[in-house]
């Protein structure tokens, strides 16, 4: 044996006696997950929320609102008086700007997910970036974590000079490491063992105090879970861009494509148009032009330029300064509720790493979005971007370990919106072999049903006066736009099929056990904050174009059938009363567990909410910026100033807020035509809820979230290594 050889020999024993003979206690040494969200790829980001969530959570019991609180800290804007846009802007801190936008548009470019590509995807490997380099992981089934790990406080005391720290895998044949530094210095590891098997995971530590003393800890063991959220807007944040459009403080918009010349829509005199009869807020003021908005804050501006509006110069940068999101086609955003619950499950345990992926998209039904390909928000004309994957397609490919796939068939009724002609198409669906996958998915987030009863066709009915007002707009979209809540009964009495297919499914095609499904149920948007329907101001937060009003009866119609539908859901879980006798999901139900518990934090919040202490100012501040031919300034606050992730009463987005948050424009049409500014109201994002009321779900959610992770699944220990 060769002196090396014999040295790493006597190295090994004298290791095995320290782990052996050294009694383990949890407070000797301490160790954490460096940078544990894996869909961040540096520490950066994850210190961001570190920091917040550390600050939000103070001392003493784990705050059961302690998201919410996490996003306040990481959104309320850098002013000293927050009580409007313009009052903000005014007592501005050092850290205005970046906080006005939103946390989410600084960790945009560093998430594991490739939004570049087409069709975009998780990739089958990341680089990720810890604090002693990079390493590039399979973004499914890590081979390894980074830990910090560090001698107790207590234990340090009157300790001077260097420790000397050994360290192997736990499984058999492991390398022996070893680093003498400083006591009082944290400890990397920078590559610990994962295997889905805790037994043969992590690595045994023990150190050396320089007065003789020896502490240790067998299990160094990382917990890695696999969450994957599935399903439509009220999961993928829709309304909520990772980086909200930036509006120019004083260019203008006009809405009319006759009117295409830099005089009139840049800077100079406005034209006169009759006032449009019953225009909303702006009503009272007969100079206002219906037509004229905000404008995106634009390169040809910053620069001191104005573009002819015409050119091709003018779209490509109106076009570039549209909003971000994580995935622009599902309008998918960091902001989603499931996004704050895998953070949170890696906040809150620190010997826990979180693998997630979302396949959320706004639009989504069980048929088009989970079993099949759907229309993209945004997006269709770019090369690849027709059609938005099927989600199921999508969670199966990143799973799989081959191109190896076996064939299901699945019953579906399917209907074309605003249609009550319902027909059953037969659905086949290619599964990895459960030989093939790489890991089991510990829990599934999932918000759907709600556009499989023709939730956009509701809204539209309850906020439009007839069908024929937007019908260029259902043109654009292939489908109709408004439809009564007598349609959205036909789909209602099908749903429970729907729901039985995507159970089967789940199973079937990932091993899901129904118990691990977290469904949320759909918050109720229409109560002002005195608990009552909304519509007695039928044009409040809707001002941005004089089409759309909340009609109170139509409200009622919807409501009543929304009441309908929440309950359907419930029986369809196998937890409500008075169901059915006939569904597909029978007695039981899916066996989701659907969650309700967070629906009574909405009943006062509802679209039309203003908070009961400044009520009318509140309520001003929901108008669409605008200013008078001639005026000064916008009223009532400068568009440039717009707090899109600031705390509100209300907590969903009016389309007004929509418009300036989203600000959604359909492609392949003028960006002048005077429907684009209800487009953009509309299919921005207009009725969902905001940043602020995805964080309160969020709080809900996660506490079901830890029942289910904090149990191991029986197969954990024999799944592929």
Same mark, same amino acid.
């Given at each position: 044996?060769?002196?090396?050889?014999?040295?790493?020999?006597?190295?090994?024993?004298?290791?095995?006696?320290?782990?052996?003979?050294?009694?383990?206690?949890?407070?000797?040494?301490?160790?954490?997950?460096?940078?544990?969200?894996?869909?961040?790829?540096?520490?950066?980001?994850?210190?961001?929320?570190?920091?917040?969530?550390?600050?939000?959570?103070?001392?003493?019991?784990?705050?059961?609102?302690?998201?919410?609180?996490?996003?306040?800290?990481?959104?309320?804007?850098?002013?000293?008086?927050?009580?409007?846009?313009?009052?903000?802007?005014?007592?501005?801190?050092?850290?205005?700007?970046?906080?006005?936008?939103?946390?989410?548009?600084?960790?945009?470019?560093?998430?594991?997910?490739?939004?570049?590509?087409?069709?975009?995807?998780?990739?089958?490997? %990341?680089?990720?970036?810890?604090?002693?380099?990079?390493?590039?992981?399979?973004?499914?089934?890590?081979?390894?974590?980074?830990?910090?790990?560090?001698?107790?406080?207590?234990?340090?005391?009157?300790?001077?000079?260097? %420790?000397?720290?050994?360290?192997?895998?736990?499984?058999?044949?492991?390398?022996?490491?070893?680093?003498?530094?400083? %006591?009082?210095?944290?400890?990397?590891?920078?590559?610990?063992?994962?295997?889905?098997?805790?037994?043969?995971?992590?690595?045994?530590?023990?150190?050396?105090?320089?007065?003789?003393?020896?502490?240790?800890?067998?299990?160094?063991?990382?917990?890695?879970?696999?969450?994957?959220?599935?399903?439509?807007?009220?999961?993928?944040?829709?309304?909520?861009?990772?980086?909200?459009?930036?509006?120019?403080?004083?260019?203008?918009?006009?809405?009319?494509?006759?009117?295409?010349?830099?005089?009139?829509?840049?800077?100079?005199?406005?034209?006169?148009?009759?006032?449009?009869?019953?225009?909303?807020?702006?009503?009272?003021?007969?100079?206002?032009?219906?037509?004229?908005?905000?404008?995106?804050?634009?390169?040809?501006?910053?620069?001191?330029?104005?573009?002819?509006?015409?050119?091709?110069?003018?779209?490509?940068?109106?076009?570039?300064?549209?909003?971000?999101?994580?995935?622009?086609?599902?309008?998918?955003?960091?902001?989603?509720?499931?996004?704050?619950?895998?953070?949170?499950?890696?906040?809150?345990?620190?010997?826990?790493?979180?693998?997630?992926?979302?396949?959320?998209?706004?639009?989504?039904?069980?048929?088009?979005?989970?079993?099949?390909?759907?229309?993209?928000?945004?997006?269709?004309?770019?090369?690849?971007?027709?059609?938005?994957?099927?989600?199921?397609?999508?969670?199966?490919?990143?799973?799989?370990?081959?191109?190896?796939?076996?064939?299901?068939?699945?019953?579906?009724?399917?209907?074309?919106?605003?249609?009550?002609?319902?027909?059953?198409?037969?659905?086949?669906?290619?599964?990895?072999?459960?030989?093939?996958?790489?890991?089991?998915?510990?829990?599934?987030?999932?918000?759907?049903?709600?556009?499989?009863?023709?939730?956009?066709?509701?809204?539209?009915?309850?906020?439009?006066?007839?069908?024929?007002?937007?019908?260029?707009?259902?043109?654009?979209?292939?489908?109709?736009?408004?439809?009564?809540?007598?349609?959205?009964?036909?789909?209602?009495?099908?749903?429970?099929?729907?729901?039985?297919?995507?159970?089967?499914?789940?199973?079937?095609?990932?091993?899901?056990?129904?118990?691990?499904?977290?469904?949320?149920?759909?918050?109720?948007?229409?109560?002002?904050?005195?608990?009552?329907?909304?519509?007695?101001?039928?044009?409040?937060?809707?001002?941005?174009?004089?089409?759309?009003?909340?009609?109170?009866?139509?409200?009622?119609?919807?409501?009543?059938?929304?009441?309908?539908?929440?309950?359907?859901?419930? %029986?369809?879980?196998?937890?409500?009363?008075?169901?059915?006798?006939?569904?597909?999901?029978?007695?039981?139900?899916?066996?989701?567990?659907?969650?309700?518990?967070?629906?009574?934090?909405?009943?006062?919040?509802?679209?039309?909410?203003?908070?009961?202490?400044?009520?009318?100012?509140?309520?001003?501040?929901?108008?669409?910026?605008?200013?008078?031919?001639?005026?000064?300034?916008?009223?009532?606050?400068?568009?440039?100033?717009?707090?899109?992730?600031?705390?509100?009463?209300?907590?969903?987005?009016?389309?007004?807020?929509?418009?300036?948050?989203?600000?959604?424009?359909?492609?392949?049409?003028?960006?002048?035509?005077?429907?684009?500014?209800?487009?953009?109201?509309?299919?921005?994002?207009?009725?969902?809820?905001?940043?602020?009321?995805?964080?309160?779900?969020?709080?809900?959610?996660?506490?079901?979230?830890?029942?289910?992770?904090?149990?191991?699944?029986?197969?954990?220990?024999?799944?592929?290594?």
């Amino acid at each position: 044996m060769g002196r090396h050889s014999l040295a790493a020999a006597v190295l090994a024993v004298c290791i095995l006696a320290v782990f052996s003979n050294t009694p383990t206690q949890a407070q000797d040494l301490q160790w954490q997950v460096e940078n544990p969200f894996r869909f961040f790829k540096s520490t950066r980001s994850f210190a961001l929320h570190e920091a917040a969530y550390n600050a939000a959570r103070g001392k003493g019991d784990l705050p059961r609102d302690v998201v919410w609180r996490t996003e306040r800290r990481l959104n309320d804007p850098d002013c000293r008086d927050s009580s409007s846009p313009d009052r903000c802007a005014a007592t501005a801190g050092k850290r205005y700007q970046q906080s006005r936008i939103g946390w989410a548009a600084q960790t945009l470019g560093d998430v594991c997910y490739d939004r570049n590509s087409r069709p975009r995807r998780y990739p089958a490997q %990341c680089e990720r970036t810890y604090s002693w380099g990079k390493a590039r992981e399979d973004y499914v089934l890590p081979e390894a974590h980074t830990v910090t790990i560090w001698i107790a406080p207590e234990k340090l005391a009157g300790v001077t000079g260097e %420790c000397n720290w050994m360290w192997r895998p736990r499984r058999d044949g492991g390398k022996v490491e070893t680093r003498k530094q400083a %006591c009082g210095s944290k400890l990397t590891i920078a590559r610990v063992p994962y295997a889905r098997d805790a037994a043969v995971s992590g690595v045994s530590v023990a150190v050396t105090l320089p007065n003789g003393t020896q502490l240790s800890e067998r299990d160094v063991v990382v917990e890695d879970i696999f969450v994957v959220a599935l399903g439509d807007s009220f999961a993928s944040g829709e309304s909520n861009p990772d980086k909200p459009v930036q509006f120019s403080p004083s260019r203008e918009m006009v809405y009319d494509p006759t009117l295409l010349n830099d005089e009139v829509a840049s800077h100079g005199p406005q034209p006169e148009i009759p006032h449009v009869r019953g225009f909303g807020l702006s009503s009272s003021d007969p100079q206002v032009n219906p037509k004229v908005l905000p404008r995106r804050l634009m390169e040809d501006e910053l620069a001191d330029r104005f573009l002819r509006l015409s050119s091709p110069e003018f779209r490509t940068y109106f076009d570039r300064a549209q909003a971000q999101w994580l995935s622009n086609d599902c309008h998918r955003s960091q902001y989603g509720y499931p996004v704050r619950v895998g953070l949170q499950l890696a906040l809150e345990n620190r010997h826990r790493s979180v693998t997630f992926a979302t396949f959320t998209c706004s639009g989504a039904e069980v048929a088009n979005g989970l079993f099949l390909e759907m229309d993209p928000r945004q997006g269709f004309s770019e090369p690849n971007g027709r059609k938005v994957r099927a989600q199921l397609d999508q969670l199966t490919d990143l799973l799989c370990r081959s191109n190896q796939r076996q064939q299901a068939a699945y019953t579906l009724p399917m209907y074309a919106a605003g249609s009550t002609s319902v027909s059953q198409q037969r659905v086949n669906m290619n599964w990895c072999p459960p030989s093939q996958r790489k890991r089991p998915i510990d829990v599934v987030l999932m918000s759907v049903g709600g556009n499989d009863v023709g939730f956009g066709g509701l809204v539209a009915y309850a906020m439009t006066e007839s069908a024929s007002d937007f019908a260029p707009i259902a043109a654009w979209i292939g489908s109709s736009i408004r439809f009564s809540p007598q349609v959205s009964r036909v789909y209602l009495d099908v749903l429970d099929e729907r729901m039985k297919a995507l159970k089967d499914a789940l199973h079937q095609g990932f091993g899901i056990e129904p118990s691990r499904v977290l469904q949320t149920t759909y918050e109720p948007i229409q109560y002002d904050e005195n608990g009552q329907l909304c519509g007695a101001q039928p044009t409040l937060g809707m001002d941005v174009h004089p089409g759309l009003n909340l009609h109170r009866g139509r409200l009622k119609e919807t409501a009543d059938f929304f009441d309908q539908f929440l309950g359907r859901l419930e %029986c369809i879980a196998g937890k409500g009363r008075n169901c059915p006798g006939n569904l597909a999901t029978g007695a039981s139900g899916t066996g989701f567990r659907l969650i309700t518990d967070h629906v009574p934090e909405f009943l006062k919040r509802g679209v039309c909410a203003r908070d009961p202490k400044r009520a009318l100012a509140d309520g001003i501040n929901m108008r669409v910026p605008r200013r008078a031919p001639g005026g000064e300034a916008f009223r009532p606050y400068s568009p440039a100033a717009t707090l899109p992730y600031a705390r509100h009463w209300r907590l969903f987005r009016t389309p007004n807020d929509a418009f300036l948050t989203a600000h959604t424009h359909r492609e392949g049409v003028s960006a002048f035509d005077i429907l684009q500014p209800a487009y953009a109201g509309l299919y921005s994002g207009a009725i969902h809820p905001t940043a602020e009321a995805h964080a309160i779900v969020a709080d809900y959610v996660v506490r079901h979230a830890r029942g289910i992770v904090d149990k191991p699944q029986p197969s954990r220990a024999v799944a592929a290594q």
